[in-house]
Nanobody
Framework: QVQLVESGGGLVQPGGSLRLSCAAS????????MGWYRQASGKQRELVAA???????NYADSVKGRFTISRDNGKNMVYLEMSRLKPEDTAVYYC??????????????WGQGTQVTVSS
């Protein structure tokens, strides 16, 4: 079983910055992609940013140039640096990781979510 735990959400003013962290633990053999998704109230969950094991990154158009995703493979962690935050970035942010467990089964795990609120 694989668990993901996010941290770093909170309330920030427009134009401010936040850093989200996500730690993966459990029966992990390898992790391929790690990413961040978000779900605003009344909307569908959407991809914010993702990074694969080779370091290739992709971002939603709405966050390009403002958000940066990074990962620490040795610690099984992924981060999301968010800057120039806008009210429309308000959402619950979820961490996701996909890979292979120690029993050599593929997994896709989700964190419990962390609230990010951008408001003055």
């Amino acid at each position: 079983q694989v668990q993901l735990v996010e941290s770093g959400g909170g309330l920030v003013q427009p134009g401010g910055s936040l850093r989200l962290s996500c730690a993966a633990s459990g029966s992990i053999f390898s992790i391929n992609a790690m990413g961040w998704y978000r779900q605003a109230s009344g909307k569908q969950r959407e991809l914010v940013a993702a990074v694969n094991s080779g370091g290739r990154k992709n971002y939603a158009d709405s966050v390009k140039g403002r958000f940066t995703i990074s990962r620490d493979n040795g610690k099984n962690m992924v981060y999301l640096e968010m800057s120039r935050l806008k009210p429309e970035d308000t959402a619950v942010y979820y961490c996701n990781a996909g890979g292979r467990s120690t029993s050599f089964q593929d997994f896709s795990a989700w964190g419990q979510g962390t609230q990010v609120t951008v408001s003055s």
